[in-house]
């Protein structure tokens, strides 16, 4: 149960996060810096009890790498959206909701913007603190956040950045999106955590035969 927790409190404030800072508007770097930060601390701070995935993606790559059971697979989805929806009631409280949602017009291309960054966030993540090279570094929650930062700069404004299915259904009930277009993340972000396994496990040979 304590792995559960970890991974609701974790998600919470990551989605916290997102929302108090993209609904107020932050202008600049702020939002993409603050959210990059927020998982970034969250995965130092769990990631000796439940692994920090704090993602349903990352959770998806981390059992196909061969480094999660798969009984903890739903209870961590359960804990990553349930996270996601409370952070999102308690970000919409605290800060109010202003504005429209934003609208996806192209469909395809923000699939493949969310597909390609959370490939990149569960091959970093794979590689940074599940991986025989990289054990017991000090550096892998600051690799694993900043790689969300980097997407969030890169393609936020194509997808609205979720590289991660919570957040998306965070953003969504946060009616940041719409939350009829979340499908898109939901799809495009498993599909990027399911192939960074395999990715890994090309690139890593002596690791994947754990």
């Not at 792995?3 to 997102?18: D, N, P, R, S």
């Not at 998982?39 to 790559?61: D, E, Q, R």
């Not at 192209?106 to 569960?122: Q, R, S």
Request: proline share 4%; hydrophobic share 60%.
């Amino acid at each position: 149960m304590n792995k559960y927790i970890a991974e609701f409190i974790g998600t919470f404030f990551l989605v916290l996060t997102v929302g108090c800072t993209v609904i107020p508007g932050a202008a600049g770097v702020i939002a993409p810096l603050a959210i990059g930060a927020a998982l970034m601390v969250m995965v130092f701070a769990t990631g000796h009890i439940s692994g920090g995935h704090l993602n349903p993606a990352i959770t998806l790559a981390v059992f196909l790498r061969g480094k999660c059971p798969a009984s903890d697979v739903i209870p961590y989805w359960i804990a990553q959206i349930l996270a996601g929806i409370a952070a999102a009631f308690v970000a919409v409280y605290l800060c109010g909701k202003s504005g429209t949602p934003m609208e996806i017009t192209n469909v395809p291309l923000a699939m493949i913007a969310e597909f390609v960054f959370t490939f990149a966030l569960a091959f970093v993540m794979l590689n940074v603190a599940t991986a025989k090279g990289t054990a017991n570094n000090s550096f892998y929650g600051l690799a694993i956040g900043m790689t969300v930062m980097v997407g969030a700069f890169a393609v936020g404004s194509i997808s609205g950045g979720a590289f991660n299915p919570a957040v998306a259904v965070g953003i969504g009930v946060m009616k940041l999106v719409n939350l009829s277009q979340i499908w898109i993340h939901i799809v495009a972000d498993l599909v990027g955590g399911a192939l960074a396994a395999f990715a890994f496990k090309i690139v890593n040979p002596g690791d994947a035969a754990d």
